[in-house]
């Protein structure tokens, strides 16, 4: 019998942003859910807010970004992320194993040519 290995995920999220409020909620509830319902939990969750995306998607401009991180069945992502791609107010998503939870956020300053 193989033994379950669960990993930490670092997970970047951005959802449409003409969303309300509620329905953002629900949309960031359905893939919370989604990690919860294949096993997994979750460490820490970063709203990032609302932003300007680097390029158009699907001919939007802004979205809200969440940044997750969560423990999960290695197995288990490839359902995640086929659930992913049939979720229509989730715009974009970047999933990548992390080697710790980050408590802060913390951006340097770009250097100026």
Same mark, same amino acid.
């Given at each position: 019998m193989k033994k379950l290995r669960k990993h =930490? *995920? +670092?997970?970047? *999220?951005? =959802?449409n942003a003409t969303l309300s409020d509620e329905s953002r909620k629900k949309a960031l509830d359905k893939i919370l859910n989604g990690i919860t319902e294949k096993g997994g939990e979750i460490n820490k969750i970063h709203d990032q807010g609302r932003k300007k995306l680097a390029y158009e998607i699907? !001919?939007?401009? +802004? !979205? *809200?970004y969440y940044l997750i991180y969560f423990t999960c069945p290695s197995l288990a992502m490839e359902e995640i992320w086929k659930e992913y791609h049939l979720h229509e107010d989730l715009l974009r998503f970047m999933t990548l194993r992390a080697d710790f939870v980050r408590e802060d956020l913390e951006f340097k300053p770009l250097k100026q040519a």
């Open positions: =930490l *995920y +670092e997970g970047m *999220y951005i =959802l699907h !001919g939007k401009r +802004e !979205g *809200y």
